[in-house]
């Protein structure tokens, strides 16, 4: 296993442009999800964010206070770029472990999955200290399991006592709505901080 995913391996995938995790779109459970939301001044964290799609997306729905986490420069100076004239999204270049504010809602898309499995309870650990009392961790974890690069997987079996000790989980069930190159792979997740 790749055990040095830092940031100088995140800045040289998105400068090789390799990203086959990227889907180009909103992932289909999260923009479900994003569809239900009524409160649109929610504080939405979106931790190694990528290409950011579901920011671009919770814009158009009308979404005000959103912030983005990257560790990789280039594709930090893309967001800043894109978003400018937004002034509803912050865009951050940093370690999401060292990161410090509070959120109603984080939205997971291959973030925890894009790190070395042994940072997984450290992980668990910082996503309850950043959501506030009742607030909610909701996304996306890989089923499949790949032993030497990201994306890293694992199952429901694994995931329950990962979380249940931090947070209620409401939700871990298979994804019914995976796009089509990752369905039967994703549990849709919604797990609420106590």
Known sequence: MDTNLDQA?????YQQQDTVW???QVSPPLKFYINQLKNKDLRILIPG??????????LERGFTNIT?????????DALKEQFKA???????????????????????????????????????EKMHHLLVANGKLVG????????????FGGSKQEYVPLFEPFFNIKTLENCENSCLK???????MILQKG
């Open 68 to 76: 983005l986490i990257d560790i990789a420069p280039t594709m930090v």
């Open 86 to 124: 937004r002034p509803a999204i912050k865009v951050v270049l940093g370690d999401f472990f060292e990161h410090q504010g509070a959120y109603d809602l984080i939205l997971e898309q291959t973030f925890f999955c894009a790190l070395n499995p042994i940072l997984r309870p450290p992980y668990v």
């Open 140 to 151: 996306v974890l890989f089923q499949v399991f790949f032993e030497k690069n990201p994306p």
């Open 182 to 188: 990752r369905q039967g792979s994703e549990l849709f």
């Open 49 to 58: 964010c990528g290409n950011a799609h579901e920011a671009a997306y919770l």
């Open 22 to 24: 990227d889907l180009k």
């Open 9 to 13: 391996y995140w800045e040289n995938r």
